[in-house]
């Protein structure tokens, strides 16, 4: 088809003419509606993102000291990622001798996972790694995401009263997030400081000996001189001095003889 006769029939069926394939012998084309193909493309690339985002990964930390009122802020959040359709990550924290009980840390989680088993599951194993104790929860199908308490009251304050309520548990699951890092930050500080300590305790140790043995082997350098001339080293002075009084000695035992 020529492409005046193609123009034309997009132009009675009130469409519009979009090349498809420039570099093909001869050139494909199709007719349509630009603008909903526009409207139509756009709209599948937000449902794909939105899909993506719904696996995304949230984290939730927490330590095996962690008080029971505190653990609860971290269920609920927990529930609100899960409901949204959000895979979790639980991470239990260790820090110093806690490291030495990992059974603290695991029940810690068990609870997490007992409280959410109604829409989750466990994903693979309880692993503890380093300082990290990790749990990963899925949804389960068909899990509906959150309905918001409403509040008997007057609208406003009700709408008012209810935001400052979810704002401020907010705040509280951040700052437990916070708490946890800036504990483990701390710990690994005070750790590294105690490494510098001691490393530096030990050169003193290294240098301290080396003196000692360079201060030992002068000395016996020193005690070898001393001792030579006692040990029989004899000039010749002297020798000569000894056989005259041996000669002066034969001498007259012969002449009283």
């Known amino acids: 088809m020529q492409t005046r006769d193609a123009l034309d029939l997009a ?19 199709r007719i349509m509606d630009y603008g909903k193909f526009k409207y139509e493309k756009s709209k599948r690339e937000k449902d794909a993102h939105k899909k993506s985002a719904s ?29 949204s359709g959000h895979k979790v990550r639980v991470i239990c924290r260790f820090k110093g001798r806690e490291n030495a009980h990992p059974e603290i840390g695991r029940a ?31 949804p389960r199908p068909g899990v509906k995401p959150l309905v918001k308490e409403v509040k008997v009251g007057k609208g406003k304050n009700a709408r008012e009263a209810a935001e400052a309520a979810e704002a401020a548990e907010e705040a509280e699951f951040q700052r437990l997030q916070q708490q946890v890092i800036d504990e483990v930050g ?9 490494a510098e300590g001691a490393g530096g305790d030990n050169e003193l140790i290294n240098a301290a000996v080396a003196e000692a043995i360079a201060a030992g082997a002068s000395e016996g350098v020193v005690s070898d001189q001393t001792a030579a001339p006692d ?16 000669d002066s000695t034969t001498a007259k035992v012969a002449e009283s003889s």
Not at 58 to 76: A, G, I, N, Y
């Open 11 to 29: 132009r009675d069926r009130d469409l519009d003419l979009i090349v498809v394939a420039p570099q093909a012998q001869p050139p494909v084309c």
């Open 55 to 83: 696996s995304e990964m949230k984290m939730v930390r927490l330590h095996p000291q962690t008080s029971e009122h505190d653990r609860q802020v971290l269920v609920r959040h927990s529930e609100r990622f899960l409901r």
């Open 108 to 138: 810690q989680l068990q609870s997490v996972s007992d409280a959410l088993l109604e829409i989750c599951t466990v994903e693979g194993l309880i692993a503890k790694q380093g300082r990290d104790m990790t749990m990963n929860l899925t």
């Open 186 to 194: 701390g710990d690994e500080a005070a750790t590294a400081q105690d």
């Open 231 to 246: 040990e029989g080293i004899v000039s010749d002075d002297e020798a000569i001095a000894d056989e005259a009084v041996q």
